[in-house]
């Protein structure tokens, strides 16, 4: 085994916290996950840097926050030049390796302005967030025949499963008793099982895929992170059998929800609810349908993590190797009259968080459970810090969560930030915000949740009093919230007039600044007698201090 840990970094697209058995959900039982967190810590409050995908995981791949890589939306091209996770990991002799999911769109332009070859080793890690990809499958094509960065398609035609489009026909489609392929795009369809055996599923492909990467591994020697990356939970919302049945109405909790919310006076909150998709989920029967879908999703993801934990045990890799299981946001599913994610309730912004560290050190917390304020940023350090790579402060904005992992003291942070860029949505049309206005900012200190929304009023919750928040005290004039609001403003502010783009400042340069008078560059001083009263040396005009 390497002497450093190897790192397994397992997120599921759209997982909420509280569809897991270990985090309290009455029905899903997932002994799988529930078990990793039995031998690691548990996180209770990990937030996200953004509710939607791609900005999140661009957080989570440059332990950075949104408004300091710049991608703020699905699509929107991490620039070059940004550096990430693999990137750092890389200069340490580490492997940084993908495997599934990235939602990483290549800065073509960027690439094409400084001269770099897509197809070359450099222009490959550029286009995949600084990844060796192993296997990338973003999945989410319904209507191309094949696409050039996923192997899956081609997997499915190998095993039979033949069309234009296999991805789309057979893992997110279903039947009818006559035979009639039914897309899982239509919720309608999310109760039918999916038209594929489940050993060939994504969730299945991408397990075996992992294993497939360790094995290439061990030969190669180096130590490596692979970024386990799946696309399900996420919607199309069908799951192969036996798991499209598992769970009927009866297993379904009731929404997080209010009259009071549906008849908000905030401009924004109405355009959220008068979006498609929270219409369609605020119906009870489309919750009936997807629901019992989605928890099968989980369960199916739960068998096939428990699959590769026990293979992992088979080959010896467990005792060398971190495991962390987290997601990119969450699911409204209904609560607060939402559907999909895209804004800041705890079922959007909170994520479930595992890290098991198999290391002597983290005996001390193997099974607790920490209420910490952490945010994804904060892996990028974690992982760093177990590969052996040096601590970049002028580049990572994260904290590192070893003191957590070790129960040890040493991690403390005041305020959870994430931010959403919604410009391309139903809610910036209808209240026609343009662009540059179509942002909104989440601060959270444990107690406090404080939406800055540009061009309408904040948002306000308290979590101690209504930890459900169906509560907007953002309009309030009670002297507690009018103090918090405006504490809560002034905390922002503060983080965001934050140093974050100085990512070129490191160590090294600033220490040239600081030793720049001992080149001679003296500026202030009126003569020789000051010069010499201030520093305790003879002034020679020809001769640079400290070669004297």
Same mark, same amino acid.
């Given at each position: 085994m390497n002497k450093r840990p190897n790192v397994l970094w397992i997120m599921a697209d759209q997982l909420r916290f509280d569809y897991l058995s270990c985090y309290g959900h009455p029905h899903l039982q997932t002994p799988h996950i529930d078990a990793l967190a039995a031998r690691g810590v548990r996180f209770t409050n990990a937030y996200v840097q953004s509710p939607v995908c791609g900005p999140s995981r661009m957080s989570a791949y440059t332990g950075r926050y949104v408004r300091s890589h710049g991608s703020t939306w699905n699509g929107m091209p991490l620039r070059v030049g940004e550096p990430t996770l693999g990137d750092h990991l890389r200069e340490a002799g580490a492997r940084a390796v993908l495997v599934g999911k990235t939602h990483m769109t290549a800065d073509a332009e960027g690439m094409a302005w400084l001269g770099i070859d897509p197809s070359s080793e450099i222009g490959v890690r550029v286009s995949e967030c600084g990844f060796e990809p192993f296997e990338r499958d973003d999945g989410l094509h319904p209507d191309s025949p094949r696409q050039h960065w996923s192997a899956y398609d081609d997997y499915l035609v190998q095993h039979g499963f033949s069309s234009e489009n296999p991805w789309s026909d057979f893992a997110n489609s279903g039947k009818d008793e006559t035979g009639d392929l039914l897309s899982a795009w239509l919720l309608k369809n999310s109760r039918l099982p999916a038209n594929v055996p489940e050993e060939h599923s994504e969730t299945a492909y991408m397990t075996n895929r992992a294993m497939d990467f360790m094995k290439e591994a061990e030969e190669d020697g180096r130590p490596w992170m692979c970024h386990l990356s799946y696309i399900k939970p996420h919607w199309p919302y069908i799951v192969p059998a036996p798991y499209h049945d598992m769970y009927g109405q009866e297993h379904i909790v009731s929404p997080i929800r209010s009259e009071a919310?549906?008849?908000?006076?905030?401009? @924004?909150?109405?355009?959220?609810?008068? +979006?498609?998709?929270?219409?369609?989920?605020?119906?009870?029967?489309?919750?009936? #349908? !997807? &629901?019992?879908?989605?928890?099968?999703?989980?369960?199916?993801?739960?068998?096939?993590?428990?699959?590769?934990?026990?293979?992992?045990?088979?080959?010896?890799?467990?005792?060398?190797?971190?495991?962390?299981?987290?997601?990119?946001?969450?699911?409204?599913?209904?609560?607060?009259?939402?559907?999909?994610?895209?804004?800041?309730?705890?079922?959007?912004?909170?994520?479930?968080?595992?890290?098991?560290?198999?290391?002597?050190?983290?005996?001390?917390?193997?099974?607790?459970?920490?209420?910490? @304020?952490?945010?994804?940023?904060?892996? +990028?350090?974690?992982?760093?810090?177990?590969?052996?790579?040096?601590?970049?402060? #002028? !580049? &990572?904005?994260?904290?590192?969560?070893?003191?957590?992992?070790?129960?040890?003291?040493?991690?403390?942070?005041?305020?959870a930030i994430s931010e959403h860029d919604y410009h391309w949505s139903d809610m910036a049309r209808t209240l026609g915000v343009p662009q540059e206005d179509a942002h909104t900012t989440m601060i959270f200190d444990g107690h406090w949740k404080y939406v800055r929304c540009e061009g309408f009023r904040p948002i306000l919750f308290d979590l101690e009093t209504d930890p459900d928040e169906v509560t907007d005290f953002g309009a309030s004039e009670a002297p507690e919230h009018v103090e918090a609001r405006r504490r809560m403003e002034a905390a922002l502010l503060d983080w965001s007039t934050r140093h974050h783009t100085r990512i070129t400042a490191t160590p090294e340069v600033l220490a040239r600044q600081k030793i720049a008078a001992e080149s001679g560059i003296l500026i202030g001083f009126w003569d020789e007698q000051e010069y010499e009263d201030a520093t305790g040396a003879a002034f020679d005009s020809l001769t640079p201090v400290g070669k004297k």
């Amino acid at each position: 085994m390497n002497k450093r840990p190897n790192v397994l970094w397992i997120m599921a697209d759209q997982l909420r916290f509280d569809y897991l058995s270990c985090y309290g959900h009455p029905h899903l039982q997932t002994p799988h996950i529930d078990a990793l967190a039995a031998r690691g810590v548990r996180f209770t409050n990990a937030y996200v840097q953004s509710p939607v995908c791609g900005p999140s995981r661009m957080s989570a791949y440059t332990g950075r926050y949104v408004r300091s890589h710049g991608s703020t939306w699905n699509g929107m091209p991490l620039r070059v030049g940004e550096p990430t996770l693999g990137d750092h990991l890389r200069e340490a002799g580490a492997r940084a390796v993908l495997v599934g999911k990235t939602h990483m769109t290549a800065d073509a332009e960027g690439m094409a302005w400084l001269g770099i070859d897509p197809s070359s080793e450099i222009g490959v890690r550029v286009s995949e967030c600084g990844f060796e990809p192993f296997e990338r499958d973003d999945g989410l094509h319904p209507d191309s025949p094949r696409q050039h960065w996923s192997a899956y398609d081609d997997y499915l035609v190998q095993h039979g499963f033949s069309s234009e489009n296999p991805w789309s026909d057979f893992a997110n489609s279903g039947k009818d008793e006559t035979g009639d392929l039914l897309s899982a795009w239509l919720l309608k369809n999310s109760r039918l099982p999916a038209n594929v055996p489940e050993e060939h599923s994504e969730t299945a492909y991408m397990t075996n895929r992992a294993m497939d990467f360790m094995k290439e591994a061990e030969e190669d020697g180096r130590p490596w992170m692979c970024h386990l990356s799946y696309i399900k939970p996420h919607w199309p919302y069908i799951v192969p059998a036996p798991y499209h049945d598992m769970y009927g109405q009866e297993h379904i909790v009731s929404p997080i929800r209010s009259e009071a919310e549906r008849h908000t006076d905030h401009p @924004l909150l109405r355009a959220y609810h008068e +979006a498609r998709v929270c219409r369609s989920f605020s119906r009870d029967h489309v919750r009936e #349908h !997807v &629901i019992p879908a989605y928890m099968g999703l989980i369960k199916q993801l739960d068998d096939n993590l428990g699959r590769l934990f026990t293979w992992m045990d088979e080959q010896g890799l467990s005792g060398n190797t971190i495991i962390a299981v987290t997601s990119d946001h969450g699911d409204y599913m209904g609560d607060h009259w939402m559907g999909d994610k895209d804004f800041y309730h705890e079922v959007a912004v909170k994520v479930p968080l595992i890290v098991a560290d198999p290391r002597p050190e983290a005996d001390a917390a193997r099974g607790s459970v920490s209420d910490a @304020l952490v945010e994804m940023i904060d892996l +990028a350090p974690t992982f760093m810090n177990a590969l052996g790579c040096r601590a970049k402060p #002028h !580049v &990572i904005e994260g904290r590192d969560l070893t003191p957590l992992l070790h129960g040890a003291d040493g991690f403390s942070r005041k305020y959870a930030i994430s931010e959403h860029d919604y410009h391309w949505s139903d809610m910036a049309r209808t209240l026609g915000v343009p662009q540059e206005d179509a942002h909104t900012t989440m601060i959270f200190d444990g107690h406090w949740k404080y939406v800055r929304c540009e061009g309408f009023r904040p948002i306000l919750f308290d979590l101690e009093t209504d930890p459900d928040e169906v509560t907007d005290f953002g309009a309030s004039e009670a002297p507690e919230h009018v103090e918090a609001r405006r504490r809560m403003e002034a905390a922002l502010l503060d983080w965001s007039t934050r140093h974050h783009t100085r990512i070129t400042a490191t160590p090294e340069v600033l220490a040239r600044q600081k030793i720049a008078a001992e080149s001679g560059i003296l500026i202030g001083f009126w003569d020789e007698q000051e010069y010499e009263d201030a520093t305790g040396a003879a002034f020679d005009s020809l001769t640079p201090v400290g070669k004297k």
